[in-house]
């Protein structure tokens, strides 16, 4: 956190169960408030999506925050496009002004948190650069080094399997598979670079096919959906997904 502030998981244990809870949430209400032709479900959406923001604040990562941004954007984009190509300017005014509400009301509310956020930017000493391209390639690279072709074993990453051997009188791990704050690097390692394709591979496939379904579909507001899905999954290749970083 900050000063005087503290990172909030929610019930979460681990802040990266959080951040996809926030984002994955966050996409499927902007989804509700574009595609959705009842005024009562955008009403309800209008009332999550402040605290959704908010959650993602007081998270205090900055991933969660350029996710739901790249999300957001990708989604009304697309969205707003199709708006202006079926005339429907009533409805593209009435987004956008809900919109610019929305973004009043969560900086009046969650001004502190919207602040803490803006600080630890500011006190960190990495960049956008370093997060998205340097750093994935570090661990990538380091994983690559400890666990070979095969890997460590699954779980082999997590703190508690030191203390759970130690417990059961197990002798201590042969190759040490390293700590990692990205995901990447952490299945590098456990399951090796033969595991590492076969899961981002099957990963490339799913975008693939979100895509294709949506190219596909023809219900207008499932497409809405599908395409929240998709921009959702592109910033969760470098994002935490399934483990826990430490």
Same mark, same amino acid.
């Given at each position: 956190?900050?000063?005087?502030?503290?990172?909030?998981?929610?019930?979460?244990?681990?802040?990266?169960?959080?951040?996809?809870?926030?984002?994955?949430?966050?996409?499927?209400?902007?989804?509700?408030?574009?595609?959705?032709?009842?005024?009562?479900?955008?009403?309800?959406?209008?009332?999550?999506?402040?605290?959704?923001?908010?959650?993602?604040?007081?998270?205090?990562?900055?991933?969660?925050?350029?996710?739901?941004?790249?999300?957001?954007? %990708?989604?009304?984009?697309?969205?707003? %496009?199709?708006?202006?190509?079926?005339?429907?300017?009533?409805?593209?005014?009435?987004?956008?002004?809900?919109?610019?509400?929305?973004?009043?009301?969560?900086?009046?509310?969650?001004?502190?948190?919207?602040?803490?956020?803006?600080?630890?930017?500011?006190?960190?000493?990495?960049?956008?650069?370093?997060?998205?391209?340097?750093? &994935?390639?570090?661990?990538?690279?380091? %994983?690559?080094?400890? %666990?070979?072709?095969?890997?460590?074993?699954?779980?082999?990453?997590?703190?508690?399997?030191?203390?759970?051997?130690?417990?059961?009188?197990?002798? &201590?791990?042969?190759?040490?598979?390293?700590?990692?704050?990205?995901?990447?690097?952490?299945?590098?390692?456990?399951?090796?670079?033969?595991?590492?394709?076969?899961?981002?591979?099957?990963?490339?496939?799913?975008?693939?096919?979100?895509?294709?379904?949506?190219?596909?579909?023809?219900?207008?507001?499932?497409?809405?959906?599908?395409?929240?899905?998709?921009?959702?999954?592109? &910033?969760?290749?470098?994002?935490?997904?399934?483990?826990?970083?430490?």
């Amino acid at each position: 956190g900050s000063d005087g502030a503290v990172r909030v998981t929610g019930t979460f244990s681990y802040l990266s169960g959080h951040v996809v809870f926030a984002c994955a949430f966050f996409a499927l209400t902007i989804a509700l408030v574009a595609g959705s032709k009842t005024p009562f479900r955008r009403v309800l959406a209008f009332v999550a999506l402040p605290l959704l923001l908010g959650n993602i604040f007081m998270s205090g990562s900055r991933a969660a925050f350029l996710a739901g941004a790249l999300t957001a954007a %990708g989604l009304l984009s697309c969205q707003m %496009g199709a708006v202006t190509m079926l005339g429907r300017w009533r409805a593209k005014k009435t987004i956008f002004i809900a919109g610019l509400g929305l973004v009043a009301v969560v900086g009046y509310v969650f001004t502190d948190a919207a602040k803490a956020l803006y600080d630890r930017q500011n006190r960190v000493n990495d960049s956008l650069a370093i997060r998205v391209i340097e750093m &994935p390639a570090e661990h990538l690279a380091e %994983g690559w080094d400890r %666990g070979g072709l095969l890997g460590c074993g699954i779980g082999t990453t997590s703190p508690g399997v030191r203390v759970l051997r130690a417990r059961l009188h197990l002798p &201590p791990l042969e190759h040490h598979p390293g700590v990692y704050d990205l995901e990447l690097g952490q299945v590098m390692a456990e399951v090796g670079l033969v595991g590492f394709v076969a899961w981002y591979g099957f990963r490339v496939l799913i975008v693939l096919s979100i895509w294709r379904a949506y190219n596909r579909c023809q219900d207008e507001q499932l497409r809405v959906f599908i395409l929240a899905t998709f921009f959702l999954w592109i &910033p969760f290749f470098l994002l935490s997904l399934v483990l826990n970083h430490v």
